[in-house]
């Protein structure tokens, strides 16, 4: 009985972290943000709305973090199509769910 608060709280964990459309990569802590960008586009009716992001560093710094927050909490996916953590540039591909339309908060830190 004394583990039933622990499984619940577990499981109550892997359920929200299921659900999550968000796009975390690396690691943003104690490292300086070296690009932030909102990736916005308007819904239209039964289409699914793509948008590619593509960054590169002028002074060639290796990317340690990625975080792409999905601002509206929709079924829209973030992923990474090339580059990304270990390199210096980094494409993005968000795609928004039928109907919906994109709007995420992107940063990229080193």
């Known amino acids: 009985m004394k583990y ?4 619940f709280v577990v499981l109550l ?3 929200c ?12 802590f104690n490292n300086r943000l070296l690009w932030q960008q909102k990736v916005e586009y308007n819904a239209i009716p039964l289409k699914k709305r793509v ?7 002028p002074g060639q710094q ?6 792409a927050r999905d601002l509206e909490h929709t079924d829209a996916s973030a992923t990474i199509t ?3 953590i270990g390199f210096s540039y980094a494409n993005l ?13 992107l940063e990229i830190y080193s």
């Open 93 to 105: 591909r968000f795609k928004s769910d039928r109907g919906s339309g994109l709007n995420y908060q």
């Open 62 to 67: 290796i990317i340690k973090g990625i975080i």
């Open 4 to 7: 039933t608060p622990v499984i």
């Open 51 to 57: 948008k590619e992001v593509f960054f590169s560093d």
């Open 82 to 84: 090339s580059g990304g």
């Open 17 to 28: 972290v299921s659900h999550c459309k968000d796009l975390i990569v690396g690691t943003s």
């Open 13 to 15: 964990s892997i359920i």
